[in-house]
């Protein structure tokens, strides 16, 4: 028929796990194959969510899929982590969520009573962050091409609010972690490989839409927010240096991590500055900002936690640093591999 | 930890591949597991993209996952493919599509090149439809656990006209037809299984927005579109029916189908009017409105071979009847299986 599949290129470059955890592969594959192909303002701006006018009104759009291994894991499963990321991602852009869409890909064989109760777990994630699922596809493909099941979610948020986004980000900036970290990876990876960990590690999957909103409702001027989701806190500060042409100074002493999980990482060999959360997120503000800031995501349990654990400065732009523990200094860099393969 | 995953109900029914054929038990499958759960007005209107307003505007917005096999065959790839069904599935609630999101679910060991050419395809697809891919997610999942790259995209689609719906289909409607019928499929089978037809059949995957528009700014009524994926015309009747609570009688003698297509479906045993299209559609407009309808699509490459395929009546609602080339009468119902696995 005169068709064939096109050639590989002279060097065969491969997909590995690494260009899916969130670090400098999946930054490089996202700088040369994506972003020169679908160039675009919306696109360019490197956020969670673009954000556009279309109609008269200003939305938020963003788009995860899910691919956590195992489906259920303490604290929640691949529905509720499927619906509260497309939600916080949207919050991310200090967007109100208010329409999702969810498409499944099944494996065969999979039993249809896990599959009802991940729905059921997005039905109750979508009802507490006030959004409804609007629009689904369901594809299946065969046993053994695929792993279970595959949710991918899209949402779209309206913007009421001004521009909140990493060029915003200033030298002078207060960071501010709103709890405590690494929750989420630890109790994926307490479920994997007969790992038992001393304490039970729940995940903090949690919608994170509240906690944004009360800030803008404050009138608090929010620079820039990003869940700290793939690669952990370290990913996200890294990503928004690189895009607001900024340095940041993190006190890793403020950063608060549960004993369980901490002891959790020390076994592992893992930082939690790395490990991924799904129920928590930086904000950049204003100096002038902070107390208020402070006062208001701490009246709030997903965000009782809250703290300030760093700045943001002029020089060396794209580095953030580290002031360890024991009271020296360290470059926090971009993971280049993958930590945690199938997070989230 | 005390966690244990769910258990499988006393009756562990499983996944298969006919719930993913858009037939008989892709509908009991939305209609016991997620049309319950997810219950809301946009969702319950059963059509391919969700209608609703937000911010002032009026939007649309649709998903599809795409997890055709292989991932290149004649006529494009899974790229373009996914590009043009979100598009058209906007396109079908009369939505101008104004942002899409693409997600990308890779398997490990996916050549690179491989991908570069599928985000060329999509680029071009999005510019030929006028419209900015604007949000993006990469996940990777081990090798065996995928098959090489499955996409899914989410469209947002502005609603600048009236309603287009199946609720709005009325006794008396004229049943049109876009052009010939079933060579996505074929296409995708020719490239399957060693088989060869005698003569090239190339996938129609096209964008569908430039006819709606025309029709709209032809002042015509459109009471309802649908664009005729998996499950075929066939399948697009039958759902509508049921929605609108009307019958249908469809003239096979109106339904053309290249020559082509049509020895490979005798070949096969396949109805033509079950083979998924990438880049046709149905039309349902008042009787008055028919010669107008059909004059404006013919004027574009795309749907020039439009044709009145049949009249939509009052009696035994559901019930869609095709009245054959040899005279006879049978009901066109929905497959009960899955005719074409993995055709999108």
Redesign the interface.
Known sequence: ???T?????AA??????????GGRM?QR??DT??RP??T?A??DAAHD??A?S??????A???????VR?????GGNIGDLAVNGTVNDLAMCGARP??L?????????????????V??S??NA?RAAGV???????????H????GM?I?T?G?G?VEYGEIAPRRVRPGDAVIVSGDLGAHGIAIL??RDGL?FDG?VASDTAPLWAPVSALLTAGIDLHCLRDLTRGGLASALNEIAVAAGVSMVIDETAIETAPAVCAACELLGLDPLYVANEGRFVAFVAADDLPRTLETLRRMRVSRHAALVGHVKKADPGVVTVRSRIGGSRVLDLLSGEQL??IC
């Open positions: 028929m005169g068709f599949c096109p050639a590989p290129s065969p470059a491969r997909i590995t796990l690494a260009h899916g955890g999946t594959l996202i194959v994506f192909a679908f675009n919306a696109l969510g673009a556009f279309a109609g008269g009104a200003r939305l759009f963003t788009t995860d899929s899910y691919v195992p489906l259920f894991f303490p208010v329409a869409s969810a498409a499944f890909l099944l494996e065969e064989g999979l039993h249809i009573g896990e599959l009802e109760v729905v059921a997005m039905r979508a409804s699922i609007v629009a689904g596809d369901t594809k299946v493909v065969e053994g091409k695929g792993d595959f991918t899209s779209i309206l307490s479920m038992d039970a393969p199938r």
